[in-house]
């Protein structure tokens, strides 16, 4: 099989298009001939070696597919050759085929291309725990999305629209914004070109902040709460890990709230499946817009990463195999 291999740590550039054997799934995993692999921020630190889990080269990067499971290993059950199926991989994921723990598949509604498959998982299953799970979002309260052009960020807009909330979305490029919009911000702030603290002042306080981000903005969000307000710390895409002062919880009577996904999933796989068939029901009926994905064709991963891993990647993006 053709698959994009990181034969030692560096940039995007260093990565190579090269065969590589096909995976036989041990006991309890699947194979699936994956249809398409969606992009995120940890392979861009994986392939450098600066992910928290790590593992030496040569490996394959990619942590999320979607495609239809074509072998079972030994005491598989509830699963069957041809489902269509989504999950997360870790690693793997940039080939044409992975061998996965069965665990870990979440079936893909005939109504959802392989596309969109590949791409919501990590991105809408971290914001409807963080919106569901852990804020107990209500309709009506006012929701301030940082990064909200990136993969998160623009899920947390579509997922805070579709259940109820103003969602207020800051991002830092007009283009990031529009895509926003799209996904249904009522009120947009370019954080390139408006102070956030002053824009925030401006709109009245709010309930929940949505942080990817982290740096000098997770301060500014904090200090916009109302009272009860939910702070929910997703990320450091801006590379910078922010102290908060523990005076302005007290003060704010204001939560700070830790969303990890990765470890929700293992902890409570079932509960995550049903968030995301909640995902891709309110796709498939309506209720929320499905998210635009720019497509590459394997050969390209290089070039996306390298995008993504710079911050010029507005939205999300997927390799496909064909």
């Known amino acids: 099989m053709r698959a994009l291999v990181c034969e030692t740590f560096g940039p995007p550039q260093t990565l190579v298009l090269r065969d590589w054997p096909l995976p036989e799934p041990a006991a309890g995993q699947v194979r699936v001939r994956i249809h398409a692999a969606g992009v995120n921020f940890p392979d861009t630190l994986i392939i450098e070696g600066r992910y928290q889990i790590k593992a030496d080269p040569p490996l ?64 809408y299953g971290t914001a409807i725990h963080a919106l569901r799970q852990r804020a107990a979002l209500a309709p009506g309260e006012r929701l301030l999305v940082l990064g909200a052009g990136g993969g998160v960020g623009l899920a947390a807009v579509a997922l805070g629209a579709a259940m109820g909330a103003q969602v207020i979305a800051a991002a830092s490029s007009a283009e990031k914004l529009a895509l926003a919009q799209r996904q249904g911000a009522a009120e947009l702030i370019d954080t390139a070109n408006r102070d956030l603290r002053e824009a925030l002042k401006a709109g009245g306080p709010l309930d929940v902040v949505v942080d990817p981000v982290g740096g000098a903005q997770s301060e500014t969000a904090f200090r916009a709460l109302a009272p009860n307000g939910r702070h929910l710390v997703v990320g450091f895409a801006s590379g910078t890990i922010p102290s908060l002062p523990l005076n302005l919880p007290l003060l704010k009577s204001a939560a700070l709230i830790g969303v990890f996904w990765g470890a929700f999933t293992t902890r409570e796989p079932e509960t995550h499946r049903a968030n995301m068939a909640e995902v891709f029901r309110m796709m498939a009926d309506g209720r929320m817009p499905r998210p635009d994905i720019q497509l590459a064709p394997l050969a390209g991963g290089p070039d996306v990463l390298d995008r993504l891993a710079q911050r010029r990647l507005a939205g999300k993006a997927a390799l496909t195999m064909a």
């Open 60 to 123: 394959i990067p990619g942590s999320e597919v979607a495609g239809v499971i074509e072998a079972l290993g030994d005491g598989v059950e509830g699963w069957r050759i041809g489902d269509r199926v989504c999950a997360m991989t870790l690693q793997g994921g940039f080939a044409e085929a992975v061998a996965v723990d069965a665990s870990r598949l979440v079936a893909l509604p005939d109504e959802v291309d392989f596309a969109v498959g590949s791409s919501v998982l990590m991105t």
